[in-house]
């Protein structure tokens, strides 16, 4: 079976990833702008202080105007952002940057790496407006926690988009909880597309999440991550040669595991 590459998502037959059991391990191998200088301009890192933030979220009032539609107060949750980053954000940096690398060359030699890294590094700081007990919360979140938490895409994407991020990477931000099937948050019109850079950064981001414990899950193995994913594909979510790498990427990673024990 052959389909374009030059056009994703794949929305083909699913019997190339059904034969898949994710189980064994493999054997393979007004101008509101921040300038900033050519180094600093390709360091995520330098916009998550709490000065950078500060100064960022009062030069745009959109900040102020989505999180009181929210109904939540403005205050800054520095507290939880710092392990995010260090966890959770660099762990999907690491996972994107393995699925890129898994790809088959002719899609490998598509993504932008740079854009999906930086991305992937940033793409839950607009958490940082989210209140420390809903984050937190030890249980299930109420519909209205829900809406609150699914506020941080755009609250990240309003945070960074007048410095020198370039659009591409702030729109994997935006859009890192949206899909192929525009089923995802926040809301995209019809002539939104989940290209492939988008693609791999949520997967990476969804496998992160599901394989760490947080207050009001436990952490789940590769084989149920791979399975819950698995099933994203099924339903056309995703490109099955992205899923694929995923897979590949998570064989290797487990090997080497082996190898240092």
Same mark, same amino acid.
């Given at each position: 079976m052959s389909f374009d590459i030059n056009r994703l998502?794949?929305?083909?037959?699913? #019997?190339?990833?059904?034969?898949?059991?994710?189980?064994?391990?493999? =054997?393979?191998?007004?101008? =509101?702008s921040l300038h900033a200088d050519k180094f600093e301009s390709v360091n995520p890192e330098k916009y998550t202080s709490e000065i950078m933030i500060r100064k960022l979220a009062e030069s745009n009032p959109e900040i102020n105007k989505i999180i009181s539609k929210a109904g939540i107060r403005y205050e800054l949750n520095m507290e939880d952002l710092k392990p995010l980053l260090e966890g959770h954000c660099t762990e999907t940096r690491n996972i994107a940057e393995g699925i890129v690398k898994n790809l088959p060359f002719s899609l490998e030699n598509r993504a932008n790496i740079k854009?999906?890294?930086? #991305?992937?590094?940033?793409?839950?700081?607009?958490?940082?407006?989210?209140?420390?007990?809903?984050?937190?919360?030890?249980g299930k979140l109420t519909p209205e926690e829900t809406e609150i938490i699914h506020k941080h895409p755009e609250l990240g994407y309003e945070l960074l988009k007048n410095t020198s991020i370039d659009k591409k990477t702030l729109n994997l931000i935006r859009n890192h909880h949206q899909n192929a099937k525009k089923n995802g948050y926040p809301f995209v019109d019809n002539n939104f597309y989940a290209d492939l850079d988008l693609q791999i950064?949520?997967?990476?981001?969804?496998?992160? #999440?599901?394989?760490?414990?947080?207050?009001?899950?436990? #952490?789940?193995?590769?084989?149920?991550?791979? =399975?819950?994913?698995?099933?994203?594909?099924?339903?056309?979510?995703?490109?099955?040669?992205?899923?694929?790498?995923?897979?590949?990427? =998570?064989?290797?990673?487990?090997?080497?595991?082996?190898?240092?024990?």
């Open positions: 998502p794949y929305f083909g037959s699913i #019997a190339q990833v059904s034969g898949i059991n994710p189980a064994p391990v493999s =054997t393979k191998q007004v101008d =509101t854009a999906i890294k930086d #991305a992937a590094y940033l793409h839950d700081i607009g958490k940082v407006f989210i209140p420390q007990e809903i984050l937190d919360k030890n950064l949520s997967l990476a981001d969804k496998y992160s #999440a599901l394989t760490e414990a947080r207050p009001y899950k436990r #952490a789940l193995t590769r084989e149920q991550a791979l =399975t819950i994913i698995r099933k994203d594909v099924r339903e056309g979510k995703i490109n099955p040669l992205v899923y694929n790498a995923l897979v590949n990427y =998570t064989d290797e990673a487990a090997l080497a595991k082996l190898n240092i024990g």
